[in-house]
Each structure stands twice: as C-alpha cells, then as structure tokens.
C-alpha cells in the first residue's frame, strides 16, 4: 500500500530514502525555514503521515485539519511544539527520538563550559582582530574547572552523560530537580535542592524538559543565589531561563558567565544578549552532528512507518491513544 508522507523541511538524506522504500511518496518542503501554520495546515489535509519538527508548530489546528493522518513523528526528544491532548483525543499517534543526541548534546555541554569558562570567544577574536601583543600575566583570565562543583539540574540521559565526563575533571556533582535516579548517583553525584545546587555550584548546566514547572526555573532569584563567579550553561530549553533577568546578571556581576545553546524567544535573542562579552552562544546545535541528525532521521522515519503500517512505533509518547487507534483502525502491537 502506497503511503503519502509530509516531511515539514528537508532531513538527512538517510531518513527521506527510508520512508521512499517503505513505499511512501515523500513530500518535502522546498524551503529552507520552518512551514508556517497555515502552510502545514493546507500540506496536511492529503497525507497519511507527518514527519514534523521541534520548530513546526502543530497545534490543533494543524491536528483537525489531519483527517486521513495516522501520527506525526517528531524530529526530536522533546515534543513540546506538539498539543498532545488534542492529537490525542483525535486519535492521531505521536512519537519522538530519545536516546540518540544524548552523548552529542553532552558534548556540546562541555564544549559551552569550556569556551566560556577560559573565554576562548573573546581570545579567538582578540587573535583575528590583531589585539593579541603577546603573553601577559593578566590576559583573559579565566576560571579553573578541575576539581569544582558541576551542579547538573535536571538528572536524566543528557544530564547523566554530562555528570559522567565530569570525572575526567575531578570534579565534585550535585544534581536537583529528578532525585532517585540510579545511574547518576552510582557517578558518585550527591542530590540536593535547587536552591543548595545553585548556592554551591561553580558551574550550573540544565538539563529539564520545558513544562509549566520549568518555565522560568531560573530567574532573577535564582540568579541572585548563585556564586557570582559561577557560570550557568543550558543545552536544554531556552525557556527555562528568564533571559532578561540573566542579561541583568551578566551585565552586573551577579554571575561570572553563561553559555547558552538556547534562546527564550529563538532565534531571536533578547536584546543586550549578544553584547556581553561574558556569554558564549551558540544557534541550537546540541545535536548537530552528521552521525546524530542521520540517525535521528532514520529514526523519525521508523517511528512513521510504523504508524503507517498498522503497528506501534517504540518512541510513542501518547499511549492513551492506542485503544482508540485499535478500535478505528484494528491496530495491533508491534
């Protein structure tokens, strides 16, 4: 049975070939830059599948207008751009791709903590724009990251993988917000309340899924509890960080620094942001490696395969849906 598919901007190539050879006619979107509402809503009306991402904005009324739609696989671990009650409720399967960009965003994690903590920006900019006069006692001082305290909100995969290369730093872990978890504490992490974690932390990295707990989850009080020669880092939303009540910090002295992956109103920054010297940012690129966007495509296509041929993809993030899926469709597990 041949399936029709929309691929809401252009993946790697990898992904597209597989939904081509499960028999689906592959329509992708010929523009570099996110579908707009409306677009996706006039796309979706004639597809049995959706391979959608974190930027696509599939609301209800995306949903409703997905009358012959089996599921929307999300190019991403998180599916917050998604309304999952109402997809629910129509009876549409969404899925996700965990797992996958865990070792990568950590990375990248690092990469932040690093550059800003021994402000590599500003000394490869000094060097390009022949400021640099040679050695100096007092040139781009930096801090010291062997042997400090990484305080890790947020103890999922990502925030595990980050606490696991602390080690090869000496450096001491606290973790907050998803206490209890095994893997991070057998790294010899120690739990503590945000408010501990960010009292005694050098170097605060973030690591929450964005919900309405989260949102805002530091601000200006938040803020003003940290060491004011600590450093905050966010790979994961940038939602999650008042951003103005950061420039304030950042321009002020109440933090040392920052490294953001992030933005509260991507890609737009807030502005004052990109005129500190004392922040590193980088355009959301936690996942950007070929291995890891390759496998991330393949994956969003077998989620949808799966959808499309009557089974349960393995990232399904709504469960409540299969009865309804079940009893429509006559679906049977995987």
């Known amino acids: 049975m041949a399936f029709n598919v929309l691929v809401t901007r252009s993946i790697p190539e990898a992904g597209q070939r597989l939904l081509r ?7 992708v979107n010929p523009h570099d830059r996110p579908m707009r509402v409306d677009e996706i809503v006039a796309a979706v009306a004639d597809v049995d599948g959706v391979l959608c ?24 671990v998180g599916y917050e751009n998604v309304d999952l009650a109402r997809a629910t409720e129509l009876g549409i399967m969404v899925s ?34 022949g400021r640099f006069h040679g ?21 999922g995969r990502i925030g595990t993988a980050v606490a696991r290369r602390a080690h090869g730093f000496g450096m001491h872990v606290l973790y907050a917000e ?33 919900t309405d707990q989260t949102r805002h989850l530091i601000g200006r009080e938040q803020l003003a509890s940290m060491r004011p020669s600590a450093i905050l ?14 420039i304030d910090a950042l321009r002020s002295g109440v933090i040392a620094g ?9 890609p737009a920054l807030t502005p004052g942001l990109a005129d500190l010297h004392n ?22 296509a077998g989620n949808l395969i799966d959808m499309l041929r009557g089974r349960v993809p393995a990232n399904l993030v709504n469960p409540e849906v299969l009865p309804l899926r079940r009893q429509a469709l006559g679906l049977h597990e995987a």
């Open 233 to 246: 880092i966010n790979t994961s939303r940038g939602q999650v960080v008042d951003e103005k009540a950061l």
């Open 279 to 300: 922040v590193v940012v980088t355009p959301h690129i936690g996942s950007a490696t070929t291995t890891t966007r390759t496998t991330m495509a393949t994956m969003a």
């Open 178 to 210: 998803t206490c209890g978890k095994g893997t991070i504490e057998a790294l010899g992490a120690t739990c503590a309340t945000l408010d501990e974690l960010l009292r005694e932390s050098d170097f605060v990295s973030l690591h929450v899924p964005l």
């Open 53 to 76: 991402l974190l930027t696509d904005r599939i609301d209800a009324n995306v949903l409703e207008a997905a009358s012959r739609c089996v599921g929307f696989a999300n190019y991403a």
């Open 96 to 129: 996700n791709t965990p797992g996958v960009l865990t070792e990568t965003t950590a990375d990248l994690t690092w990469a932040l903590l690093l550059a800003t903590a021994r402000r590599i920006i500003e000394g490869d900019t000094m060097v390009r724009q």
């Open 21 to 27: 050879e499960a028999d689906a006619s592959v329509h």
């Open 135 to 155: 050695w100096g006692p007092m040139l781009l001082l930096g801090a010291d990251v062997f042997g400090r305290t990484l305080g890790i909100v947020g103890a």
């Open 258 to 266: 920052a490294g953001l992956d992030v933005f509260e109103r991507e």
